[in-house]
C-alpha cells in the first residue's frame, strides 16, 4: 500500500515510519503556523510514485489529506476526527477505541473496493468485507478540502463457504448523484473500525479523453496450502505452496496497472482461482489484499470467469463472486443470475460486461451450468446492444468477457463454439468495437472481425489485415488478456503457422475426472494478427481520444504492456490504434 509524506520545509511526516515518532512530528507541526512551513501533502503510490493529494490522474491541489481526513471525520460527528489521526499514526488498538461502543475488536475494514454504477459519472459503490457481522457500516463522503458531502449506510450481503462453513460478509455502500469527472475523499468505516480512507476520480460525462485497463486471470502472489510430502518422506521445516494457480507476477500486475492510474480497470475473469483452494475464503481474502491497492483508487469492473463457479456456494456456484461485488442492475436477472451480467458508461465508452459460462460448451468449472439462464442474458445483451448502438452519445462499444473466440494456442483451452453460436453474431449485427477477454493465458489479439465461415467452427472472418490503424466500423478486435498472474502461462504453446483448437461441444462426464471432456476440432486460423509468445505477464492500457470536432473521428490507442519485474516494471510490446467516426 502507498503512504503519505507531509512536507514541511526540510522536514517531512511519513506513514512509512513507527507511529510514535509520527506524533511527535504531527505535534510539532501543529504549534507552527502551516502558512510559514509551506506545508503540503503528496500521496506516495504502492511503487513509490507521488500522486498530489492521492489523486489520480491530476495536478497539484494544495489539499493536505491528513487534515481533510480529520474535517471529514469531525463534521460527521465522529470525536473530532480523532478516529482518523490515530488512523493516520498507524496505532489501530487506539483507532478501534476511538470509534467503537464496546469492549470486543471490531473487524477490520478489509479488502475496500470500487464499482462503478450504470452511469459512472455520477455512481460508484464502495465495499469491504468482514468475517463478522458489523453495525452501522457506512461511507463519508466529502472533497479534497474535507468538506463532508454525504454519509451513506452501506448494504450488508453474505454467503456461508460450503466448504468451510466460514461466513463472509460484504459492505456496500451506493454513493450517487455525484459530479462528473471530479476527485473525492472517502472513508469506509463500521462501528469500533478504524476507518480506512482513499480517493477516487468519476467518470466524465461526453466525449472526453480518459485512460482504462485490462487484464484477465491473475490469481495471487501468496502461499495458501501446507505441501504435505509423500508417505516415508520428510521435510525439515514446513513449506507453504499455492493451491490456487499464484505467482508472484499476481502482484507485479497489480503494481503495473496503478502506474499508469487508469481510470478503471476490466477484469476479464478468473479473478483468484478459489475454487481450487483448500481454503476459499483465505484465497479471496488474498486476492483482495493485493488488489485493494488498486481498487480502492480506481473501480476494478469485473467479468465472471468459469474459476468463479465455486462448487456449493449458490445454486449455479457463483454466490462468493455475487457477494464481493456489487455492479450495475441489469434487466432478466433472477437472485442466482444477479450481478452476472451488466453495463456502463463512461464519457463516449460503453462497457458490456457477459458471463460466458451460460453459453460455453467447454466444462471448466466446479459444475456444468451451462445454458443457466435460459436465452436471458442473450435477451438483455441483444437489447443493451441495439440501444447502445442507437445511443448518439456513444462511440465506443466494449465487450468484456472471460471466455474466447479466438486463440491460436495448442493444448490450453482453445476457442469456443458456443460464444461463435451466440455472442459474435450480436457483436457483428450492433456494431461492437473491442472485445476484450482472458482464459487463455497469454497475449494476443484478431484483425477485425466479421461475419463467419459456414463450416463446423465458425471460423471468424477477417474484414482488414492492417495492425496499426484499424477501423473498428469494418470488424470488432479481439484481445486475449489472460496474462494477469497465473502460474500456468500458455505463450509457449503457440500453433506455428497459426492455427485455432475449437471446442465443439462435449463427452459423457469422465467418472475419475466428474468432467466432461471436450470435443476438439483444429482450424486455420486467418484472423490472426499479433502474438506476444516471449511474455506470459501484462496488461492492456487503452487511451480513448475523443476527437477535435463532431463528425471527425475518436480513436482509442492500445498499448500491450509486458510486466517484466518486481514492483510493476513495464516494457511495452506493441502499441497500435482503433478509429471510428465519432457519432455526433
Known amino acids: 500500500m502507498g503512504h503519505s509524506v507531509i512536507v514541511a520545509g526540510s522536514a517531512q511526516l511519513t506513514t512509512a515510519e513507527p507511529w510514535r515518532e509520527r506524533a511527535a512530528k504531527l505535534r510539532l507541526f501543529a504549534r507552527r503556523p502551516r502558512s510559514s512551513l509551506g506545508c503540503r501533502e503528496v500521496e506516495i503510490g504502492p511503487l513509490g510514485t507521488i500522486e498530489t493529494a492521492g489523486v489520480m490522474n491530476t495536478r497539484a491541489s494544495g489539499f493536505e489529506l491528513e487534515i481533510s481526513r480529520r474535517r471529514l471525520l469531525a463534521a460527521a460527528g465522529l470525536g473530532g476526527g480523532a478516529a482518523a489521526a490515530s488512523a493516520f499514526l498507524g496505532n489501530p488498538a ?77 459492505h456496500h455502500a451506493k454513493l450517487g448523484e455525484l459530479r462528473p469527472d471530479t476527485v473525492y475523499l472517502y472513508g469506509a ?116 470467469g468459469n474459476h468463479e463457479n465455486e462448487l456449493g456456494n449458490g445454486p ?33 465508452v460503453r462497457v458490456v460486461s457477459i458471463a460466458n459460462d451460460d453459453v460455453c460448451y467447454q466444462d471448466g468449472g466446479d459444475s456444468y451450468v451451462r445454458g443457466y439462464s435460459a436465452g436471458a442474458q442473450k435477451a438483455w ?20 468477457m472471460h471466455q474466447v473466440a479466438i486463440s491460436t494456442a495448442d493444448k490450453a483451452n482453445g476457442a469456443d463454439l458456443g460464444v461463435r453460436q451466440e455472442w459474435t453474431p450480436l457483436f457483428d449485427r450492433y456494431g461492437v468495437d473491442l472485445v476484450v477477454c482472458g482464459h487463455e493465458h497469454h497475449y494476443e489479439r484478431s484483425h477485425p ?73 483444429t482450424e486455420a486460423a486467418p484472423w490472426s494478427a499479433v502474438r506476444n509468445p516471449a511474455h506470459a505477464y501484462g496488461f492492456a492500457a487503452f487511451e480513448v481520444e475523443p476527437g477535435p470536432r463532431p463528425g471527425g473521428f475518436t480513436t482509442m490507442r492500445v498499448t500491450y504492456y509486458d510486466v517484466v519485474g518486481a514492483g510493476g516494471l513495464l516494457t511495452p510490446f506493441e502499441t497500435f490504434t482503433l478509429r471510428r467516426p465519432r457519432r455526433d
Open 449 to 521: 472481425i466479421r461475419g463467419q465461415e459456414q463450416n463446423a467452427t465458425l471460423t471468424p472472418t477477417p474484414v482488414a489485415t492492417a495492425t496499426d490503424m484499424i477501423d473498428t466500423t469494418t470488424g470488432a478486435v479481439h484481445m486475449v488478456l489472460g496474462g494477469g498472474g497465473t502460474s500456468k502461462p500458455s505463450n509457449g504453446l503457440f500453433f506455428d503457422p497459426p492455427q485455432c483448437r475449437v471446442i465443439t461441444g462435449v463427452g459423457a462426464p469422465d467418472p475419475a475426472t466428474k468432467r466432461r471432456p471436450p470435443i476438439y476440432v
Open 316 to 348: 449455479i456456484g457463483y454466490q462468493a463472486y455475487q457477494t464481493y461485488f456489487s455492479v450495475p442492475e441489469a434487466a432478466g436477472q433472477t437472485e442466482v443470475t444477479r450481478g452476472l451480467w451488466y453495463a456502463f458508461t463512461a464519457g463516449s
Open 381 to 400: 445483451l441483444e437489447a443493451e446492444l441495439a440501444t447502445s448502438r442507437r445511443n448518439r452519445d456513444i462511440d465506443w462499444i466494449v465487450v468484456c
Open 189 to 304: 468505516l463500521h462501528d469500533g473500525a478504524a476507518p480506512q480512507f482513499s480517493t477516487f476520480r468519476t467518470a466524465p460525462r461526453g466525449r472526453t479523453p480518459f485512460t482504462f485497463t485490462s487484464f484477465g486471470d491473475q490469481a495471487t502472489p501468496t502461499l495458501g496450502r501446507l505441501y504435505v510430502p509423500s508417505a516415508g518422506a520428510a521435510l525439515p521445516s514446513p513449506l507453504f505452496v499455492s493451491d490456487n494457480l499464484g505467482s508472484p507476477a499476481a502482484g507485479d500486475t497489480t503494481l503495473g496497472v496503478e502506474q499508469l492510474q487508469p481510470l478503471f480497470h476490466l477484469f476479464n475473469g478468473d479473478l483468484c482461482y478459489a475454487n481450487l483452494a483448500h481454503d476459499r475464503v483465505r484465497t479471496w481474502w488474498d486476492f483482495w489484499e493485493n488488489n485493494s491497492r488498486s481498487a480502492s483508487r480506481r473501480p476494478w469492473m469485473p467479468s465472471a
Open 94 to 170: 487506539e483507532a478501534a477505541g476511538a470509534a467503537s461502543t464496546d469492549s470486543g475488536l471490531a473487524p477490520p475494514v478489509a479488502g475496500l473496493h470500487l464499482q462503478f454504477g450504470a452511469d459512472a459519472s455520477s455512481q460508484v459503490v464502495a465495499s469491504w468485507h468482514t468475517l463478522r457481522p458489523v453495525q452501522h457500516a457506512r461511507v463519508l463522503l466529502g472533497r479534497l478540502d474535507g468538506r463532508l458531502e454525504q454519509e451513506v449506510q452501506a448494504g450488508a450481503v453474505s454467503y456461508t463457504d460450503a466448504k468451510s462453513g466460514q461466513t463472509v460478509y460484504a
